[in-house]
Nanobody
Framework: QVQLVESGGGLVQAGGSLRLSCAAS????????MGWFRQAPGKEREFVTS????????YYADSVKGRFTISRDNAKNTVYLQMNSLKPEDTAVYYC?????????????????WGQGTQVTVSS
């Protein structure tokens, strides 16, 4: 049974930082690209970032480019999202995702597994 368990969410002031983690189990972690999506209240789930199976290639939404960094540790079956210079508009539930491909992509339709989500709230 595949499990993606996110942690690290919380409440932070604008300009602050948070680091999300997603621990994966039940799959060959290094065989898949991984990513993060987010969903704000009343909005559709949107792509944030992804990383290839090797960790070399990454893909970012324009809204987070230069502020967020995705990384992975295949030895620990974990993917991270470092979020800096947070803005109130970054407030959302953040979901970890496993893609069905090796390379960094942004297509929701290629997501194979979802985590349960972790809340990030940025106050102004």
């Amino acid at each position: 049974q595949v499990q993606l368990v996110e942690s690290g969410g919380g409440l932070v002031q604008a300009g602050g930082s948070l680091r999300l983690s997603c621990a994966a189990s039940g799959l060959t972690f290094s065989s898949y690209a991984m990513g993060w999506f987010r969903q704000a209240p009343g909005k559709e789930r949107e792509f944030v970032t992804s990383v290839s199976w090797t960790g070399v290639s990454t893909y970012y939404a324009d809204s987070v480019k230069g502020r967020f960094t995705i990384s992975r540790d295949n030895a620990k079956n974990t993917v991270y999202l470092q979020m800096n210079s947070l803005k109130p508009e970054d407030t959302a539930v953040y979901y970890c995702a496993t893609f069905s491909v090796l390379h960094a992509v942004k297509t929701t339709g290629l997501v194979k597994y979802w985590g349960q989500g972790t809340q990030v709230t940025v106050s102004s």
